[in-house]
């Protein structure tokens, strides 16, 4: 039986955006993630996804829930354990221009960590570490002495991976590492961290927006709609049977390297916008795009199923209590679902 590094129970983040009005961020969501593995979480922007990563780490404080690793409340605490927890867990963030001090060097950028953390006693144990960590992510010692602008997207998150490794986690968050490169670097980047995932014995949480991309890194993965996780099952499970009508319409849209296939296949399109987490619809919060509606979808929150071994979902259609009149269909004039052949 595999162990459980990170356990995440219930989870609730709501930002008070005044007025007695909270935006919803993240909406009970419980999932776990096995030592080694690499668990996928996936959904449009907006989703929840980040909110989920940075109340993970206790950059956001959550709203309800807990958050559990290595059988330890991250956020009950204190300040001397949360920083220790911070050497066993650490995050790339999504934007490698933006995350990286313009003003600090190479060397700077990557040692931060070990002189708060206090590893090593001389500054040439710390700089040989550096060195050593520039070449693990592809890198050389030459790149030490520059500064982040003078390198390319790529390069620069390379750097932000070889600062997450600095103090030797156990558990790195990846919080879209890839969106904003290059598709031939994003298949680079996945590489590494897949590399020194196999080198290290790391665990990742990446948390993207590409299923495709997801696809190549991922054990298992969770499905995030409007704050709310919809589906969980491994990743071989995902694409070959997704069950939530709003998983396949992601799976759809990925497109396929034959024009004989993608010619004619039948792509589902979600119109319209995204509804607003300030406030959601009533029962299943996917009901407004859904193409498979019900009545009861309006009225009841879906309950979280095992349909199948190790494949969870949350959606009615699943739901084998539900009487005849719950399992009507929705006629709805200008629904906001099309199915393209």
């Known amino acids: 039986m595999s162990e459980k590094i990170l356990e995440v129970n219930d989870l609730r983040k709501y930002f008070n955006m005044g007025r007695n009005t909270s935006l919803k961020a993240v909406n009970d969501v419980t999932f776990h993630v096995n030592k080694g593995e690499t668990f996928g979480l996936v959904g449009e922007s907006g989703c929840g996804k980040s909110t989920i990563g940075r109340t993970i780490m206790g950059l956001y404080e959550k709203t309800a829930g807990d958050v559990i690793f290595n059988g330890e409340n991250v956020h009950d605490m204190d300040g001397k354990d949360r920083f220790k927890f911070y050497r066993k867990m650490q995050m790339i963030f999504q934007d490698p221009y933006a995350s990286l001090n313009p ?9 931060e960590p070990m002189e708060v953390h206090g590893l090593y006693k001389n500054k040439k144990e710390q700089l040989d570490r550096v060195y050593q960590l520039l070449e693990e992510v592809g890198l050389n010692r030459d790149h030490a002495n520059r500064y982040p602008h003078e390198f390319s997207g790529g390069q620069r998150q390379r750097i932000g991976i070889a600062r997450a490794l600095a103090l030797d986690p156990d558990f790195i968050i ?3 590492p890839i969106s904003a490169l290059d598709v031939s670097v994003q298949a680079q980047v996945v590489n590494l961290l897949k590399e020194l995932q196999e ?8 948390i993207a927006h590409d299923l495709s991309m997801v696809k190549q890194i991922s ?10 996780m919809v589906e969980l099952t491994s990743s071989a499970s995902l694409y070959e049977k997704p069950l939530h009508p709003y998983t396949q319409a992601l799976l759809s849209a990925i497109p396929i390297p034959d024009p004989d296939i993608e010619d004619n296949r039948e792509r589902i399109i979600l119109e319209g916008e995204l509804p607003s987490p300030i406030n959601p619809p009533s029962g299943c919060v996917f009901r407004t795009r859904c193409p498979m509606a ?5 009225t009841k929150k879906p309950k979280w199923l095992e349909q199948e071994k190790d494949h969870y979902v949350a959606c009615h259609l699943y739901d084998d209590t539900l009487n005849d009149r719950e399992r009507e269909s929705v006629s709805n004039k200008d629904s906001n679902v099309k199915v393209q052949a």
Do not use: H, P, Q
Request: with cysteine; hydrophobic share 45%; proline share 0%.
């Open 103 to 111: 003003r600090s060097t190479v060397k700077e950028v990557i040692s």
């Open 174 to 176: 990846a919080d879209e």
């Open 199 to 206: 080198e290290k014995g790391l665990t990742f949480l990446f």
């Open 219 to 228: 054990d298992r993965i969770g499905v995030m709609y409007l704050g709310n």
């Open 294 to 298: 019900m009545e009861v979808c309006a």
